[in-house]
């Protein structure tokens, strides 16, 4: 008997992608949108009765994001893992550019890069393609590499460069989130939890030394950590304060949408950065940030049910490190507004304004739902 070749293409690319957008995680994609309407809303209130285009430039941002979203919607995984080490290379010499020839804010940190009319930070990319290139270390581990202490303080080696880059801009919050994104990846990947401990551990400790020798962390940096247990409402405290009086204005069930006083008259200070919670807060009372918390569990639950049906050891690190950032992200802005945490320069992911933010977190999306497509998990 002579054996048959099936003749039919293989799918790949785009043509894979649109021939099995069925296997996309629908709930995935409801709750993206939420969030998107409730980022957009607030930033519609801010504008709303004044000359800020906040909303006219988000919704732009959000036009561009369309095209990482679909660049990382149709990208193989396994070419990401393939070129990991120039993407590595690729975020330390972006990194590099930055502390030679990036933007200056607010007299505070260097952490903008301009190209003709855009302008980005590359520390907002460089997390991402620290998920890709660290989930592609791990995944060339052998079996009997995974537990091993070597491995793992390599994977630390390999993390620390573009770490010890972020924090210089300064940028404390970021490389927090790096930080919390190799100790994620590591242990999704098959590192031992007391590994993680004792990272954790260590981490604090250098947190505390940091604070207390003279010259590592700059004037702002320790003026916002000095801010959570001494907090002055004339300085270190002013954003802190104004916001927690904001979200307590609006009650039970909030003012009603473009009706937040305070709001339209600025009474928090760049609220439409990593404040933008305030608007929800004054608007939407108790009952719409609940429902925002809602949202957002129910994204994270999406994001982890895939994670632990991957059935790939490669896309369980990467789901395992996109899930961190966002997560991180949300509970350190929250608890920022709330003054349970210093405040640290994190955005809120699909609600602040801003281009970089935005197109990461729909890179990121677009990922996770390539590897949901590709894999079929999550169904229910």
């Excluded at 000359?51 to 006219?56: A, E, H, L, T, V």
């Excluded at 690190?317 to 507004?337: D, K, R, S, Y």
């Excluded at 935005?358 to 169904?379: F, M, Y």
Aim: proline residues 4%.
């Amino acid at each position: 008997m002579v054996a048959t070749t099936s003749l039919a293409p293989r799918r790949s690319g785009i043509s894979h992608v649109f021939k099995t957008i069925s296997q996309y995680d629908f709930w995935l994609i409801i709750a993206t949108l939420a969030l998107l309407t409730f980022g957009m809303m607030s930033l519609y209130s801010i504008d709303f009765g004044t000359k800020s285009i906040y909303f006219k430039k988000q919704f732009t941002f959000l036009a561009v994001g369309t095209i990482p979203f679909l660049i990382f919607l149709t990208t193989k995984p396994n070419t990401l893992r393939k070129f990991y080490p120039i993407l590595y290379w690729f975020n330390i010499a972006l990194l590099l550019v930055v502390m030679k020839a990036g933007t200056e804010r607010g007299g505070e940190a260097q952490r903008w890069l301009v190209v003709g009319p855009l302008q980005f930070q590359p520390s907002e990319l460089s997390k991402l393609l620290i998920v890709i290139t660290l989930s592609a270390y791990w995944a060339t581990r052998r079996k009997e590499e995974l537990k091993t202490v070597r491995t793992f303080l390599t994977s630390f080696l390999h993390v620390a460069l573009p770490m010890f880059l972020v924090f210089k801009q300064p940028h404390l919050g970021a490389t927090l989130a790096i930080f919390a994104t190799w100790l994620t990846v590591s242990i999704v990947m098959g590192a031992p939890g007391r590994f993680a401990t004792i990272s954790i551990a260590l981490g604090f400790i250098a947190m505390i030394a940091a604070v207390n020798i003279p010259g590592v962390l700059s004037p702002y940096m320790l003026d916002r950590i000095r801010g959570l247990f001494h907090p002055d409402p004339a300085k270190n405290g002013y954003q802190v304060e104004r916001a927690l009086i904001t979200i307590g204005s609006g009650g039970l069930t909030g003012k009603g949408w473009r009706k937040g006083e305070l709001t339209a008259s600025n009474y928090v200070p760049e609220a439409q950065n990593d404040f933008i919670i305030t608007v929800l807060g004054e608007e939407g009372g108790l009952i719409g940030c609940s429902l925002l918390l809602l949202v957002y569990g129910l994204f994270f639950f999406r994001m982890w049910l895939i994670m632990i049906r991957s059935e790939e050891h490669f896309h369980k690190g990467l789901l395992g490190g996109i899930l961190m950032i966002f997560a991180f992200h949300t509970i350190v802005n929250l608890c920022m507004v709330m003054r349970l945490l210093p405040v640290v320069g994190l955005w809120l992911p699909f609600m602040s304004s801003g281009g970089t933010a935005l197109w990461l977190c729909l890179a990121c999306v677009g990922l996770v739902l390539n590897i949901k497509a590709r894999e079929g998990v999550a169904k229910f």
